[in-house]
């Protein structure tokens, strides 16, 4: 079974419109933590927000927030207000601390393009 | 402080050549990863490493052997080079996820390799 689901391959959204990429995770560790990548065209991996499984509230940084709904094992990116730099590959990736020994599970990516 | 860095950024291999890759980190982080990424698929982990003069096998290990001989470094070889592992290689590094450490990895540059 695959530990992330990223199910948008690619998304459109305007320029200075918000937009949502989805991440659905599988695991049965109670402690986690969910973490969003930035990959822009020139391919180096940017770390965006970090949401850990006994965090309350949502994560914010920026324009970026990240929903997280724990029983339905989603940790949706939110990015406010779309900036034409803001196009890129996006992935989900989750941290287990117990059950892999501190592996690193990764999405298959969304693409964003931001319209202008 | 540079990082993540990884040497070299780019190489051709022809079939059945070896080679090795190394990621070196300044970071003094304990964990160790090498990924790999092909189009569509994400970040499949090869190998990482939890400490000095550790490795353990990730989704992917077949045709890869990694060796952490000193903890700023994490050595990736390919012994018999083959078209299948034509790919862009990234190192990342991560503290432990406790406390206020969220614990996100840090990404080299990625190395480019073509195997003919």
């Known amino acids: 079974a695959q530990k992330i689901t990223q199910t948008q391959p690619g998304m459109f959204v305007q320029e200075k419109e918000a937009v949502t990429l989805d991440c659905t995770y599988d695991t049965s560790d109670q402690s986690y933590g969910l973490f969003w990548y930035k990959q822009p065209s020139s391919g180096e991996m940017i770390f965006l927000i970090y949401q850990g499984s006994y965090d309350e509230q949502n994560a914010t940084e920026g324009r970026y927030s990240l929903n997280f709904q724990k029983a339905r094992k989603s940790a949706n990116l939110v990015i406010s207000a779309s900036q034409l730099g803001d196009s890129a590959m996006y992935f989900c990736?989750?941290?287990?601390?117990?059950?892999?020994?501190?592996?690193?599970?990764f999405g298959t990516g969304t693409s964003l393009t931001v319209i202008p | 402080n540079a990082g993540v860095t990884q040497t070299p950024k780019f190489r051709v291999l022809k079939t059945g050549q070896s080679m090795t890759l190394l990621c070196a980190q300044d970071?003094?982080?304990?964990?160790m990863y090498w990924y790999r990424q092909d189009p569509g698929m994400g970040l499949r982990l090869i190998h990482y490493s939890v400490g000095e003069g550790t490795t353990a096998k990730g989704e992917v290990p077949d045709g890869y052997n990694v060796s952490r001989l000193k903890k700023q470094n994490f050595l990736l070889g390919l012994e018999s080079a083959a078209p299948s592992q034509t790919s862009v290689y990234f190192c990342a590094s991560s503290p432990p996820r406790q406390g206020a450490v969220t614990g996100e990895q840090y990404f080299g540059p990625g190395t480019r390799l073509t195997v003919t």
């Open positions: 990736a989750m941290r287990e601390t117990l059950n892999t020994g501190n592996q690193f599970y």
């Open positions: 970071m003094n982080h304990e964990y």
